[in-house]
């Protein structure tokens, strides 16, 4: 049952965060760094995509993807339908990989060594929900305040 929960809620927020990415009125505005704000709402979804295919994809996927995590902050502007097609295919890749998860893997340990320990594979998926959900808000904040 939280195999399905966890898909529904990553495929949820994944196509949030393109709508966030369609409701910029400036498409320059998503790499605007001002203020207080250092992480732009591209660096952001970047980071987003990295993080999913390196911890869901390549890990528990075996999608063979290679995670450049410096690049995600240092990368731009990259056009807004780059973007949007990276979070369709990290929808897919969430699909597909979920689609063959078991419940007996979510109590097994996490094959890598993340946060302070040991974790099962089931906190971190849910860890890593929670990372995706705060950094589109994030996001969300970040057009309302800068693409006015």
Not at 86 to 94: F, N, V, W
Request: glycine share 8%; proline share 3%.
């Amino acid at each position: 049952m939280l195999i399905s929960i966890l898909k529904k809620l990553y495929l949820r927020d994944l196509e949030k965060l393109k709508t966030e990415l369609e409701l910029y009125r400036d498409e320059q505005n998503i790499w605007l760094v001002d203020k207080q704000i250092t992480n732009t709402a591209g660096n952001l979804c970047l980071h987003l995509i990295g993080n999913l295919n390196a911890y869901i994809g390549a890990e528990l996927g075996k999608t063979g993807y290679i995670r450049n995590r410096p690049l995600e902050f240092s990368s731009g502007p990259v056009p807004r339908a780059e973007l949007l097609k990276g979070i369709d295919g990290t929808a897919q890749m969430i699909t597909a990989t979920f689609d063959q998860l078991t419940e007996a893997q979510l109590a097994d340990e996490y094959p890598q060594l993340v946060m302070d320990g040991k974790v099962s594979t089931g906190y971190f998926l849910t860890h890593l929900a929670t990372h995706l959900s705060y950094h589109l808000g994030q996001i969300n904040y970040h057009r309302r305040l800068l693409d006015n």
